[in-house]
């Protein structure tokens, strides 16, 4: 296990050096989008130094902007929204005040998304708000791993950023067949490309393990693909529009989550 204090140097060479990369771009959308990371990490990383309180704290603050998107990606309506980020931060506070107790939770959780249909007796759209809040319950409450994870998780999420831009940009100079007609900006070529320059972050912050190679290398591309799904299915390029060059805060973080729920099956 790492300390956010051994990641720092890292993080804070990294920002520099992609600061110079961009600036040399001269690339706008490019500048928009590193300023968004300058003022991002130093506040993410600041949370995690505090421990599992300030890692609760910025997984409560994620989990409630994911599912906000999430439910305008799905259509979903206030009572269902609400229902389900009441949900998500139980099992976040859960991993933090008791720890062991997380399926209870998730469970409980469960069971309050499936009552807003059952009680309404929405027999025309229950099946749908029932499935999206089901499936919105188990993919945002992977963010409770962050707290037991600490440093761990921001080092993968490192990773998982830095691979999927490298395979962003692999794959449209080395092209190839796509990995999935969900994106078709992602290339088996640029996943793989992607995928050794993830492992070679984690190989620099020492976390390297069979378990975090696999959530890099697998979890991360399916991450993405299971976002791509769920904007195609809303006919949505990005999940919000307030994340300065990025989007929504979903699209930066759709390849940790599944790369942290690989993770958490395989450690």
């Known amino acids: 296990m790492t300390t956010t204090s051994a990641l720092v140097p890292y993080l804070g060479g990294a920002l520099a050096l992609g600061g110079v990369a961009v600036a040399a771009s001269r690339r706008r959308e490019l500048m928009v989008r590193w300023c968004a990371w300058a003022v991002g990490v130093p506040l993410v990383t600041a949370a995690f130094w505090w421990g599992r309180p300030g890692t609760a704290a910025i997984a409560v603050l994620v989990a409630v902007v994911a599912v906000l998107e999430y439910g305008a990606l799905m259509r979903s309506g206030r009572a269902d929204r609400t229902i389900l980020a ?4 139980g099992v976040v506070l859960t991993a933090w005040l008791a720890p062991g107790q997380e399926l209870r939770a998730l469970a409980v959780g469960a ?3 499936a009552a807003a249909p059952l009680l309404a007796g929405d027999a025309d759209h229950g ?9 919105g319950l188990a993919w945002l409450s992977v963010l409770a ?14 990773a998982v950023s830095v691979a999927d831009i490298v395979a962003y940009f692999a794959g449209r100079r080395l092209g190839g067949p796509l990995l999935s007609p969900l994106s078709p900006a992602k290339r088996w070529s640029g996943t793989a490309a992607g995928a050794a320059a993830g492992l070679g972050v984690l190989t620099a912050l020492s976390v390297l393990s069979w378990p975090t190679a696999v959530a890099v290398a ?7 693909l299971l976002e791509s799904m769920v904007k195609r299915g809303a006919r949505v390029k990005d999940a919000g ?3 300065p060059g990025s989007g929504g805060l979903l699209d930066r973080i759709d390849s940790l989550l599944i790369a942290l729920a690989v993770l958490l099956v395989l450690s």
């Not at 099946?127 to 499936?135: D, E, F, N, Q, V």
């Not at 791993?145 to 490192?158: R, S």
Request: net charge neutral; hydrophobic share 70%; aromatic share 4%.
């Open 145 to 158: 791993a962050l707290v037991p994870l600490g440093a761990d998780a921001l080092a993968l999420f490192a």
């Open 218 to 224: 697998v979890g991360g591309p399916a991450g993405d």
């Open 127 to 135: 099946l749908r708000r029932l499935g999206a809040g089901l499936l």
């Open 111 to 113: 069971l309050a998304v």
């Open 241 to 243: 529009s307030w994340l």
């Open 86 to 89: 009441a949900a998500v931060v």
